[in-house]
């Protein structure tokens, strides 16, 4: 493979799927991932990310994980969400 070959292959793979060291892969797994967890897990986790990572990470997460919930069947609230979150703060 020359270098123009190469060079297309990466850009085909960045634009039809993206690396998978990307933010946005890394961002994709993580909603997946804390979407399949029990609600008093992903309390736990969500109390977690506000606390360690800020309310402005938080913002970004959780509707995200509250959508891949409701996508897959398992939908959650906020309000039951939160009220979890309050719970494990306590």
């Known amino acids: 493979m020359n270098?123009?070959?190469?060079?297309?292959?990466?850009?085909?793979?960045?634009?039809?799927?993206?690396?998978?060291?990307?933010?946005?892969?890394?961002?994709?797994?993580?909603?997946?991932w804390a979407a399949s967890l029990p609600v008093r897990d992903l309390a736990k986790y969500l109390a977690g990310v506000q606390r360690k990572r800020g309310n402005e990470t938080f913002r970004r997460i959780e509707p995200a994980i509250i959508e891949a919930r409701r996508d897959a069947g398992i939908p959650i609230s906020s309000v039951v969400l939160a009220r979890a979150i309050a719970r494990i703060q306590i």
Not at 12 to 31: D, K, L, N
Request: charged fraction near 30%; include cysteine.
């Open 3 to 32: 270098l123009s070959e190469t060079l297309t292959y990466r850009s085909q793979v960045v634009t039809e799927g993206g690396y998978t060291w990307s933010e946005e892969f890394r961002h994709e797994c993580e909603i997946k």
